[in-house]
């Protein structure tokens, strides 16, 4: 799973669907880092892509804020 892979640090990224950098972080997992908390009270309603990047794994999730 992806969260057992996580023991460096990890990049989250989130873009709009027009490719717009809205949100972007490095958490240090120092160990395993299980569960990220980001705030998304600012994001307009819509569609966005959440790209989550350590060392040796990439993941990306398509959410939609309401």
């Known amino acids: 799973s992806f969260a057992n892979a996580m023991t460096e640090n990890v990049k ?3 873009l709009s669907t027009d490719g717009k ?3 972007q972080n490095v958490y240090s997992s120092n160990g395993v880092l299980d569960k ?3 705030q998304l009270s600012h994001l ?3 569609l966005y892509l959440c790209r989550v ?3 040796n794994v990439s993941s ?3 959410f939609t804020k309401k």
């Open 36 to 38: 990220i908390s980001v």
């Open 21 to 23: 950098l809205v949100y």
């Open 12 to 14: 989250l990224t989130i």
């Open 60 to 62: 990306v999730v398509i």
């Open 53 to 55: 990047n350590s060392k």
């Open 44 to 46: 307009k309603q819509g």
